[in-house]
């Protein structure tokens, strides 16, 4: 994992610091090193857009009990109903790639931005402040944020975009009290689209990010040794 990152910082550094002009060095340096990470585990598990992309969460090698599965289930739902209270927030319980219950979050407003830019906007700002509130709550676990991008423009400029969103919503989940180490973020580009590129709506519903939350290796020791979680 500290090998990914350090090859993360040399990859995308530069995306980094001309996106995240308003952070300081050390926000900075955590989103650069969480940039890939743990959010691409290879294995079973949902798959991101469409049923095509790569499985969410950390793989821990092994098959988790079926005992510690239902404590970390039981944990999720917990939140889920939590999140819920979010008002616009979409919550749907989804599999990890370790086939344990995780979290998928959207907006209404998709966090949506506008066309080539990735500043967060007021609407999107006051729904991730209670998001963040319920995260805080929930240290066991971690948060793999996706960026995605209409089609306009080149494919290595909606790269770059779609990871300055992710980075612009880690970077707001961080202010407000969420542990960097705990946060992954990856650009998608265009290839996920929920909506029709065609169409001007369309594009506007593909310029969003979707925030995963699945159990980080702590709590998945801890409901293996029968421990509360």
């Not at 998001?131 to 494919?155: C, M, P, Q, V």
Request: with cysteine.
């Amino acid at each position: 994992m500290k090998t990914r990152k350090i090859l993360t910082v040399t990859m995308i550094a530069a995306i980094m610091l001309s996106s995240c002009a308003t952070m300081n060095n050390k926000t900075k340096g955590g989103l650069i090193g969480g940039g890939a990470g743990a959010a691409i585990g290879a294995g079973i598990g949902v798959l991101v857009g469409n049923g095509k992309g790569a499985a969410i969460g950390a793989t821990i090698g092994g098959v988790v009990g079926a005992g510690a599965g239902v404590l970390i289930g039981n944990k999720m739902d917990k939140q889920k109903a939590e999140l819920e209270r979010i008002e616009g927030a979409k919550v749907e319980l989804i599999t990890d790639a370790n086939n344990l219950k995780a979290i998928k979050v959207t907006f209404d407003n998709g966090i949506l931005f506008a066309t080539g830019r990735s500043e967060l906007n007021a609407t999107s700002k006051y729904a991730l402040l209670k998001f963040a509130e319920s995260l805080k709550n929930t240290t066991e676990t971690d948060i793999t944020i996706y960026g995605h991008t209409d089609n306009t423009g080149s494919r290595d400029f909606n790269v770059k975009l779609s990871l300055q969103r992710a980075v612009a919503v880690a970077g707001f989940l961080n202010s407000n009290g969420v542990e960097m180490k705990r946060l992954d973020t990856e650009g998608k580009a265009w290839d996920f689209p929920v909506g029709d590129n065609t169409t001007v709506s369309g594009r506007a519903m593909n310029r969003r990010v979707e925030v995963y939350i699945t159990a980080n290796e702590t709590m998945i020791k801890e409901a293996e040794q029968g421990k509360p979680i």
